[in-house]
């Protein structure tokens, strides 16, 4: 999701030679390449996962938040879903030369630097697709299946360095998926432990009907052991929700309804999530200092373990680059960089 954030290549073939003119590709070695997406693919591409099954668990709020319109409640899920997967091929765009040319450079050092930590990082094929930012917004990378989707206005903008780490934590989202045992070893490092997938859950109506999916991070089943200052232990979950039970025009922007917070879980003969009627969390975030020990300090974007494992495999990746990264981190915070390296070169 949205982050909140000149090497020449070894091998570099950019032709249409064995492409079609619309379908060009970037050749970083024999095993490994970028391809850009037409419009047709893309929106083949952008409304389909069959990895995380994202369209088969997506709610009925949370596609009328992104298409900006509100159904009947008698409208069928199938309907919306229908209406959503036409307005997310509706959005696809071209890529331009200048595009093109931009990513290249990008994408080759990228791949350079990531062989630096392990030649077994960079995914082997990794789909583009440009999107006019209707749906997400504007500045909402994501990615989906082995595809990063790209924003057209941070295309518009260039910002070489910033679109490199952007592309890094997109590619840790790709690697995760791919490698789920790397995932859970990545995750345990700051304490999170995987409990299957939303299907292990008991969900109350009031919460379920407001859950927003982050296509980079579809499972939430994932659970944290946690203290509260004033109470005692209790195992919880991330979970997105929107603040708002249905679509509001004053709020065009998907970002405006995003609320995260963990949820308390507790297991019996099932996993039951506990929530207010309305589906809100009875956690105090302010009152669980652990929660922010276990995943140390480095980031401020934590809605779900993949996005704190993005933005650290980030930092590691852009520490490999001269001058990359600016940024100090405290003693925990290097010791997970550390561990994280470990597990991605192994």
């Known amino acids: 999701m949205k982050n909140l954030f000149l090497l020449l290549p070894l091998f570099f073939i950019f032709t249409c030679k064995s492409?079609?003119?619309?379908?060009?590709?970037?050749?970083?070695?024999?095993?490994?390449k970028v391809l850009f997406l037409n419009v047709k693919e893309s929106g083949e591409a952008i409304a389909k996962d069959d990895k995380e099954h994202f369209f088969s668990l997506i709610n009925k709020l949370d596609m009328s938040i992104q298409m900006k319109k509100n159904y009947p409640s008698e409208t069928p899920r199938s309907k919306i879903l229908e209406d959503y997967k036409a307005h997310l091929k509706a959005d696809v765009l071209e890529f331009s030369k200048e595009d093109m040319d931009f990513i290249n450079g990008v994408m080759t050092e990228a791949y350079e630097l990531s062989n630096k930590v392990s030649t077994n990082i960079f995914p082997k094929e990794i789909k583009l697709i440009k999107v006019g930012g209707n749906h997400y917004g504007d500045g909402a990378y994501y990615t989906r299946e082995n595809c990063i989707i790209?924003?057209?206005?941070?295309?518009?903008?260039?910002?070489?360095?910033?679109?490199?780490?952007t592309m890094f934590h997109e590619i840790s989202h790709i690697y995760t998926r791919y490698h789920p045992e790397k995932r859970d070893q990545l995750y345990e490092l700051i304490g999170f432990k995987n409990t299957g997938n939303r299907s292990n859950l008991l969900i109350k109506d009031g919460l379920n009907n407001r859950i927003l999916l982050n296509p980079d991070g579809v499972n939430f089943?994932?659970?944290?052991?946690?203290k509260e200052m004033d109470g005692g232990p209790f195992t919880a979950i991330p979970i997105i929700v929107s603040n708002?039970?249905?679509?509001?025009?004053n709020k065009s922007d998907f970002f405006e309804y995003i609320h995260f917070s963990l949820y308390k879980v507790r297991y019996r003969h099932s996993a039951r999530v506990i929530s207010t009627p309305e589906g809100d969390s009875t956690v105090d975030m302010d009152n669980i200092p652990d929660f922010f020990e276990q995943i140390t300090d480095n980031t401020g974007y934590i809605i779900h373990p993949?996005?704190?494992?993005?933005?650290?495999f980030m930092y590691i990746m852009m520490r490999e680059k001269k001058d990359g990264l600016n940024q100090e981190f405290s003693v925990a915070g290097v010791e997970l960089l550390k561990n994280i390296k470990t597990i991605l070169k192994n």
């Open 244 to 249: 708002e039970t249905e679509y509001k025009e």
């Open 19 to 32: 492409q079609p003119q619309n379908n060009p590709l970037l050749e970083l070695s024999k095993d490994h």
């Open 306 to 312: 993949d996005e704190i494992i993005a933005d650290n």
């Open 150 to 165: 790209i924003p057209k206005d941070q295309l518009a903008i260039k910002n070489r360095k910033g679109f490199l780490e």
């Open 221 to 226: 089943a994932y659970k944290i052991e946690l």
